[in-house]
């Protein structure tokens, strides 16, 4: 069974960092992309980053550009979203989901809440 | 940025009831649009990939259709357990986009 799950959230203050994980299992982790979508409270779905199988290609929407990181651990079938200079805006759900060639976002992790608030 | 435009931003439904929801792409996309339900407090979940290829394990009264700019998303014969936001995507190019979201309420 395909399970993806992410960790890491919490409350943080403006500037502050933190770092998502999202364990993945039930599937082969080494040959799909892996995504971050986030969703404020109330709002919409944005996605946010990406990153190919073998680690070596990145993306990252324009607002999280220069401040997130995203990475994986094909050993440790775990990827993750390093997030620094964290603004109030970026307060939200964040949801790890995966893509193939053939479909994407085809099994999304339950979500881990990340608030920034002084 | 490829922008998508749902239509309408709510809509209020009786059981049985036929649902079309649009979504228009700000240019052409192809193919490369793909539905998904959000429940509240749930992840979302794929319903249409790639326009109109049904998702494995999605109920037969759940279609997708368009190409290009204009997509639809139809539910025939609506469930109480339908009642959820509808959000289309976009996956033709870079950065990935979602629409606004459609939130389906059953009267």
């Known amino acids: 069974e395909v399970q993806l799950v992410e960790s890491g959230g919490g409350l943080v203050q403006p500037g502050g960092s933190l770092r998502l994980s999202c364990a993945a299992s039930?599937?082969?982790?080494?040959?799909?992309?892996m995504h971050w979508v986030r969703q404020a409270p109330g709002k919409g779905l944005v996605w946010a980053s990406r990153?190919?199988?073998?680690?070596?290609?990145?993306s990252h929407a324009d607002s999280v550009k220069g401040r997130f990181t995203i990475s994986r651990d094909n050993a440790k079938n775990t990827f993750y979203l390093q997030m620094n200079s964290l603004r109030v805006e970026d307060t939200a759900v964040y949801y790890c989901?995966?893509?193939?060639?053939?479909?994407?976002?085809?099994?999304w992790g339950q979500g881990t809440l990340v608030t920034v608030s002084s | 940025e490829i922008v998508l435009t749902q239509s309408p931003d709510f809509q209020s439904v009786t059981p049985k009831e036929k649902v079309t929801i649009t979504c228009r792409a700000s240019?052409?996309?192809?193919?490369?649009l793909h539905w998904y339900q959000q429940k509240p407090d749930q992840s979302p979940k794929l319903l249409i990939k790639?326009?109109?290829q049904s998702f494995s394990g999605v109920p037969s009264r759940f279609s997708g259709s368009g190409s290009g700019t204009d997509f639809t998303l139809t539910i025939n014969s609506l469930e109480a357990e339908d009642a959820a936001t509808y959000y289309c995507?976009?996956?033709?190019?870079?950065?990935?986009?979602f629409g606004q979201g459609t939130k389906v309420e059953i009267k």
């Open positions: 990153i190919n199988p073998d680690g070596s290609d990145t």
């Open positions: 995507h976009q996956s033709r190019s870079l950065p990935w986009t």
């Open positions: 240019q052409s996309i192809g193919s490369s």
């Open positions: 039930g599937f082969t982790f080494s040959n799909y992309w």
């Open positions: 790639f326009a109109s």
């Open positions: 989901t995966r893509c193939s060639d053939f479909v994407c976002y085809d099994y």
